[in-house]
């Protein structure tokens, strides 16, 4: 069974750092692409970043140029550096991951169970 697990949450100043770390454990053929949502306060859940195998990257607008995601194959980790946080990124932070549990197998969605990021004005 595979499993993400999450680090790296807590609290911060508006201004300030964190990162964020997810590793993907369990047995599995590969990772096809990593990445973070968020889920606001009283909001949906939403893209921050993803990664894929390529190291393709996308960004959601609100967090280009502060955000920066990256990816360690080998160990099956992505990291999410946040700097200049803002009030509004606050909420809790999903890894995700499109996983190939076999060769010539369709990939399936894994989730971690979250992580918060508060953000103090």
């Known amino acids: 069974q595979v499993q993400l697990v999450e680090s790296g949450g807590g609290l911060v100043q508006a201004g300030g750092s964190l990162r964020l770390s997810c590793h993907a454990t369990?047995?599995?053929?590969?990772?096809?692409?990593m990445g973070w949502y968020r889920q606001p306060p009283g909001k949906q859940r939403e893209l921050v970043a993803i990664?894929?195998?390529?190291?393709?990257?996308y960004y959601a607008e609100p967090v280009k140029g502060r955000f920066t995601i990256s990816r360690d194959n080998a160990k099956n980790t992505v990291d999410l550096q946040m700097n200049r946080l803002k009030v509004e990124d606050a909420g809790v932070y999903y890894c995700?991951?499109?996983?190939?549990?076999?060769?010539?197998?369709?990939?399936?969605?894994?989730w971690g169970q979250g992580t918060t990021v508060t953000v103090s004005s």
């Open positions: 995700n991951a499109l996983v190939q549990l076999a060769a010539f197998r369709p990939g399936r969605d894994y």
């Open positions: 369990g047995s599995l053929f590969n990772i096809a692409a």
């Open positions: 990664i894929n195998s390529g190291d393709s990257i």
